[in-house]
Structure formats: structure tokens, C-alpha cells
């Protein structure tokens, strides 16, 4: 199931209404943000649905747009980037959505760069 991997804690989700009101936005400009791959959202139980730790001190995490737009250059869905971000990464040594949230938006480019 997406965002359940048995070696990591389960996500923590945010349905647009809740992540509109996460960063003080309207739902239409969140939906905005999505198009703009400054979030990354899948269908669960028929309601979109965004993971909060994409989500640092009511504005988006800043290092995550470049890595999705990396991710999907390399033939990821939304659903595989979000598995892959919250999955333990062996060369990183944390999941990759760990290392972005501690700064190190270079490493986990340059290893998501390789997945393609």
C-alpha cells in the first residue's frame, strides 16, 4: 500500500483542506501548488491526499519541488516518489524525505538522478 513500508513509520496525511489551511492558502491555490509540483499527492480512499512532512513551519519544504521534478524526469508517479521519499535509503543512510527536512537536497538529487 503506498506510504506503508514496514521499515519506516507510516505518513502522516493531509487531505487538501487540511494542507490549505497548514500554509494559510486557499484549497484552489494549494491545488496551484500541486500543478506546480510543490507538493506531491495520491488518491487514498478516493480523497487527495499530500503527506505532512511536506509540509516545514506552514510553507512547503523548500527542497522538495527540484527533487519531484528529478523524480519524475526519471519515470516516477506521484505514488512512486512518495514511496520513495518516505522508503529507508541505503546510500543515504535515512529516508530521502529525512535527509531533505535536515538540508541535504544535494545528496538525495544526485542519488534520485540515478534511478532513471
Same mark, same amino acid.
Given at each position: ?5 514496514? *521499515?519506516? *513509520? ?18 484552489? $491555490? ?9 507538493? *506531491? ?16 513551519? /506552514?510553507?512547503? %519544504?523548500?527542497? %522538495?519541488? /527540484? ?6 524526469? *526519471? ?25 531533505? $527536512? ?6 538525495? $538529487? $544526485?542519488?534520485?538522478?540515478? %534511478?532513471?
Amino acid at each position: 500500500m503506498t506510504g506503508e513500508n514496514a *521499515a519506516s *513509520a507510516p505518513i502522516e496525511w493531509l487531505t487538501l483542506p487540511e494542507l490549505a489551511e497548514a500554509v494559510g492558502e486557499t484549497v484552489g $491555490r494549494v491545488r496551484r501548488m500541486l500543478d506546480d509540483r510543490q507538493f *506531491a499527492a495520491v488518491r487514498r480512499d478516493g480523497v487527495l491526499r499530500v503527506p505532512a512532512a511536506f509540509v516545514v513551519e /506552514g510553507r512547503p %519544504l523548500s527542497s %522538495l519541488r /527540484g527533487t519531484l521534478f528529478v523524480l519524475h524526469d *526519471a519515470g516516477f508517479t506521484d505514488d512512486e516518489a512518495i514511496d520513495w521519499l518516505f522508503a529507508p535509503e541505503e546510500t543515504i543512510g535515512v529516508p530521502p524525505i529525512d535527509a531533505l $527536512r535536515q538540508g541535504r537536497k544535494s545528496e538525495v $538529487r $544526485r542519488v534520485a538522478a540515478t %534511478l532513471a
